[in-house]
């Protein structure tokens, strides 16, 4: 594993399923993300972590969890899928929070909810 | 509320220099970020300002200018590669990062 990884790579899913995004990183970055990207839209906070074991709601969690049982993995849980959330899904991670610090990017999850 | 603004789209001829906008109103300020993203791939990292001023790195240039709210990322020697989106962000008081919707920059020979 190099950087960040992401699975599924796509997913269609019937809407009222349960689905988990997974994601990890091997650069032992505290800091985890995730994003969804919309068009004509910015890229939208989900829910964060800034170290393991803790982690915050981001612009827009709502229908989302999230776990950071460990440095490497951050899964995003959709508890039931409503069509809405047909997006791309991009995890990010950096060192930490403050100063200058880039975050980097998985190679996104594109979800089709119907 | 927060917000970032970018033109949609832009237009340039290969080997020439554009200059895409970016202006914010954010709660607090802790940096401006810019990524280029291609496109079905994901955000990469260009440039980091925190400063007033011009920060170059090669063919890009960022400037900021946190009086105005404002910044530009500067390309220069376009290159058909060079065609992608670039996204501007800025991280606030929380140290979240703010994200405008992205420039599509459209390369011409």
């Known amino acids: 594993i190099a950087g960040i990884t992401q699975a599924p790579t796509s997913q269609i899913l019937a809407a009222g399923r349960r689905m988990t995004l997974r994601c990890t990183q091997d650069?032992?970055?505290?800091?985890m993300y995730w994003y969804r990207q919309d068009l004509g839209l910015g890229l939208r906070l989900i829910h964060y972590s800034n170290t393991a074991g803790t982690t915050g709601k981001g612009e827009v969690p709502d229908g989302y969890s999230v776990s950071r049982a460990n440095t490497d993995d951050f899964p995003l849980t959709l508890a039931s899928a409503v069509p809405s959330q047909t997006s791309v899904y991009f995890c990010a991670s950096s060192p930490g929070l403050a100063g200058g610090e880039t975050q980097y990017f998985g190679p996104g999850t594109r979800l089709l909810v119907l | 509320g927060q917000n970032i603004d970018q033109p949609t789209e832009m237009t340039a001829t290969e080997g020439a220099i554009v200059q895409i906008n970016c202006t914010y109103q954010t709660s607090g300020f802790n940096g401006l970020f810019w990524y280029q993203q291609h496109a079905g791939e994901a955000p990469t990292f260009l440039s980091y300002?925190?400063l007033d001023g011009l920060e170059e790195k090669g063919r890009f240039s960022s400037f900021l200018s946190r009086s105005k709210g404002y910044s530009y990322l500067l390309l220069k020697e376009l290159q058909m590669k060079d065609s992608a989106s670039y996204l501007c962000a800025v991280r606030n008081s929380n140290y979240q990062l703010i994200w405008g919707a992205g420039t599509k920059l459209i390369i011409k020979p």
């Open positions: 300002n925190v």
């Open positions: 650069m032992r970055h505290n800091a």
